[in-house]
């Protein structure tokens, strides 16, 4: 019994837990296929950067708006497509590369941020941005993370094939007239949208964490396409379920906690993973196949 | 099978009035990258189902010339037009193909996408498609390695694989850069084969090749290129040493910078 009251008690207990499990579960719904894509589309750091480009709007949003939950996200949504329009332009119209053209712009997108929240807020505030606080998420919070996730899923059902193809051979796709543009686009949407999502609960800094650890630790337990998305969900949700749990009991703040657990999984993959992790490649000498 | 062709006047100083309709025309086609020039004011057109070998010297805008006609790269100035005949049904099989080898995708899959036109972004693959494109894996040799994932490919299997895809697609024009390029011999010969085929359908072939040989004995018409147009029409008339010490004489201009580029007097 005393398994259950430290596993599920707090759950039991407390309102904001369950809601915060909650939240995480729709997180995990909808960053699960997301992290996957990334990971397979080598836009992992990507990724992190669109995190980071979310804070200036998120911190205007915060500003005007108090810890509200839609005034942030909608701030945070109108950065993140802002920077990744923008960086889109630059590399197209000028030489230099996606991959600096996005630093470029994230990188004072956060300063940005971090100048508009240090100066008009206070420190705390900026934690609470960074950090996230798991305290804040109540039920409105809850049903906009809902909406986002189930907006992500149905979206990329829609375009899943077109993506596939566009990250699998975009020439291909360019040949045939498939709309390969339109559909990069709206997958960055997809991202931009779901790190709003993380990171009431889980800070900008932190929110793509459970989107990029559970997708590239997946990897080494399943091929498919579509496992490696189940995969990671999973992967995700129970990190976060233990990452409740151990910054509930050990009083550590959630974010980085729930992040670690993830990065223990991750560790976990790498070695003993069934598919091409260390153990399985150096130790049992690797497999043979048909 | 008797193919008509147009030929500009730049190219061989004499026009012949086509005997049969054009798959594909150009019109003073200037392809360029970074400003430097690829394929300078090429002109002529590719008879509907004729079988044509694209050759010249390294460098000489070849790859270059197939990119901006299936539409990867925008022509500088000039017009590339299909006919209605094309009606957009290209397929294209590229040199180095930009293709994520280790992409979680097996091999019925990528064959499947050949019919695109068909499925699109969301209809399922119905029991003929998935038919065709067995019949299309069978075609090039790979029959019984459907779900194989094609990062446990070799080169050569892969790059058949890709021509299955090819062939699902059931095109009116085929475009082949240097195909024969990472396969082994028998797959070559295979290929070969599936040329004449297309062929035989009535398709029109066009293949960027570098074997000569190959080119005389199983291309009727062929395109010498050396960035400008140095012959177009039919082989025999296009590969004589006098064309091809044009087309190298040329090609030693190349190391020159752009400003100092100055066009070959004919």
């Known amino acids: 019994m005393a398994v259950y009251d430290l596993a599920f008690g707090p759950f039991a207990e407390f309102g904001f837990m369950r809601r915060a499990l909650v939240g995480c579960l729709a997180l995990a719904l909808g960053g699960g296929p997301i992290g996957t894509l990334l990971v397979i589309r080598r836009m992992s750091l990507m990724g992190d950067a669109l995190s980071h480009a979310v804070l200036p709007g998120a911190a205007l949003g915060f500003l005007l708006g108090g810890l509200s939950l839609p005034a942030m996200s909608l701030g945070g949504v109108c950065a993140g497509l802002a920077v990744a329009l923008l960086s889109g332009l630059v590399t197209r119209l000028t030489p230099l590369r996606e991959d600096a053209s996005f630093a470029a712009f994230y990188l004072i997108s956060l300063a940005l941020g971090v100048l508009l929240v240090s100066t008009h807020g206070s420190n705390v505030d900026l934690l609470h941005l960074l950090f996230g606080s798991i305290l804040a998420v109540d039920d409105t919070a809850l049903m906009v993370i809902g909406a986002i996730a189930t907006l992500s899923l149905l979206a990329l059902a829609v375009i899943y094939r077109p993506l596939v193809v566009e990250c699998f051979d975009p020439d291909f796709l360019r040949v045939v007239g498939g709309h390969g543009g339109l559909v990069h686009t709206i997958f960055l949407g997809l991202v931009v949208v779901n790190l709003v999502a993380g990171f009431q609960a889980l800070g900008t800094l932190m929110a793509v964490g459970l989107m990029m650890l559970p997708a590239a630790a997946a990897r080494f337990w399943v091929r498919e396409l579509w496992a490696l998305g189940v995969t990671s969900s999973a992967l995700a949700l129970a990190s976060a379920f233990l990452g409740l749990l151990f910054s509930y009991h050990l009083d550590l703040p959630s974010g980085p906690a729930i992040v670690l657990v993830a990065g223990v999984a991750y560790f976990g993959s790498v070695l003993l993973g069934p598919r091409d992790s260390l153990c399985a490649l150096y130790i049992r000498g690797g497999r043979l196949e048909a | ?266």
Not at chain 2, 162 to 191: C, K, N, S, V, Y
Request: with cysteine; net charge neutral; proline share 6%.
């Open chain 2, 1 to 266: 099978m008797c193919s008509g062709l147009s030929l500009d006047s730049d190219c061989l100083g004499f026009v012949v009035s086509p005997s049969s309709p054009r798959a594909l025309s150009l019109q003073g086609v200037t392809l360029a990258y970074d400003g430097q020039p690829a394929v300078q004011d090429l002109s002529g057109s590719f008879a509907q189902g004729s079988l044509t070998a694209i050759v010249g010297p390294n460098g000489s805008g070849k790859s270059t010339l197939l990119k901006g006609i299936v539409g990867l790269l925008q022509p500088v100035d000039g017009l590339i037009q299909q006919s209605a005949f094309g009606c957009g049904r290209i397929a294209y099989l590229p040199q180095h193909a930009e293709i994520e080898r280790r992409f979680p995708i097996s091999v019925i899959q990528t064959v499947l996408l050949g019919h695109w036109r068909r499925i699109g972004w969301a209809r399922a693959a119905s029991p003929e498609v998935r038919e065709a494109a067995q019949r299309a894996l069978a075609a090039v040799g790979l029959q019984g390695l459907e779900r194989r994932p094609i990062e446990t490919l070799s080169a050569g299997q892969f790059q058949r694989v890709l021509i299955a895809r090819l062939i699902a697609q059931d095109a009116a024009l085929i475009l082949l850069d240097e195909p024969f390029a990472a396969i082994d011999w028998r797959t070559g010969d295979d290929l070969l084969r599936l040329i004449a085929g297309w062929h035989e359908d009535g398709r029109t072939v066009a293949a960027v090749l570098h074997d000569l040989d190959q080119v005389r004995a199983y291309f009727p018409e062929t395109l010498l290129l050396a960035r400008e147009c140095v012959a177009w029409g039919p082989t025999r008339e296009v590969l004589t040493p006098r064309n091809l010490q044009r087309a190298r004489r040329m090609s030693g201009n190349w190391s020159v910078e752009p400003e100092e580029y100055r066009p070959v007097p004919a």
